[in-house]
T-cell receptor
Framework: NAGVTQTPKFRVLKTGQSMTLLCAQD?????MYWYRQDPGMGLRLIHY???????AKGEVPDGYNVSRLKKQNFLLGLESAAPSQTSVYFC??????????????FGEGSRLTVL | GQSLEQPSEVTAVEGAIVQINCTYQ??????LSWYQQHDGGAPTFLSY????GLEETGRFSSFLSRSDSYGYLLLQELQMKDSASYFC??????????????FGSGTQLTVLP
């Protein structure tokens, strides 16, 4: 019962470097999400996907790109990392529909530090 | 816009009852969810209220009043393991769809012995 798995769990980057965070879910969920969590600011939505091959912007999309080439995977990319992107990143997934009532299943988080 | 307000911190003693409030402002509303997060780990779903009233799940209950745009999470018989952050969340409704979930800033609950 893996659920939602994120890799890597920890990463330190220098300003200007690029990297990709990988999220994989084995629950056959249609919807997948990337959130970032900063102290005192709760969870803010970066990008999301409602199905394979589709992506959409969330609340704080600038500086990030995403791709959903396979239903079970959702990738978050930072093309040129900035210190403001130091954060904990959470991936989540849920079943389609249910008018927003469906339970979100989260990964354990990826802790990124940009120096 | 869409916003949720909840207290940043709450402290209570073991065995007590604590209530965590959440007020929201949304354009359209489908329901209010609650999530728990221990020590920065994965948030986990606790409850959902789509209709007014109280929903009970063991020691945890959640209440919703749509007319007041208000809800709360009630934790009874507090245990040390209940020390965590608690987030309320509502769907963001766009073109009749509710694909995104917006979270409050979270309430840090500390349970004292």
């Amino acid at each position: 019962n893996a659920g939602v798995t994120q890799t890597p769990k920890f990463r330190v980057l220098k300003t200007g470097q690029s990297m990709t965070l990988l999220c994989a879910q084995d629950m056959n969920h249609e919807y997948m999400y990337w959130y970032r969590q900063d102290p005192g600011m709760g969870l803010r939505l970066i990008h999301y996907s409602v199905g394979e091959g589709t992506t959409a912007k969330g609340e704080v999309p600038d500086g990030y790109n995403v791709s959903r080439l396979k239903k079970q995977n959702f990738l978050l990319g930072l093309e040129s990392a900035a210190p403001s992107q130091t954060s904990v990143y959470f991936c989540a997934s849920r079943e389609r529909g249910k008018r927003g009532t469906g339970e979100l299943f989260f990964g354990e988080g990826s802790r990124l530090t940009v120096l | 816009g869409q916003s949720l307000e909840q207290p940043s911190e709450v402290t209570a003693v073991e065995g007590a009852i604590v209530q965590i409030n959440c007020t929201y402002q949304t354009s359209g509303f489908y329901g209010l969810s609650w999530y728990q997060q221990h020590d920065g780990g994965a948030p986990t779903f606790l409850s959902y209220n789509g209709l007014d009233g109280l929903e009970e799940t063991g020691r945890f209950s959640s209440f919703l009043s749509r007319s007041d745009s208000y809800g709360y999470l009630l934790l009874q018989e507090l245990q040390m393991k209940d020390s965590a952050s608690y987030f309320c969340a509502v769907p963001l409704i766009s073109s009749g769809s509710a694909r995104q979930l917006t979270f409050g800033s979270g309430t840090q609950l500390t349970v004292l012995p």
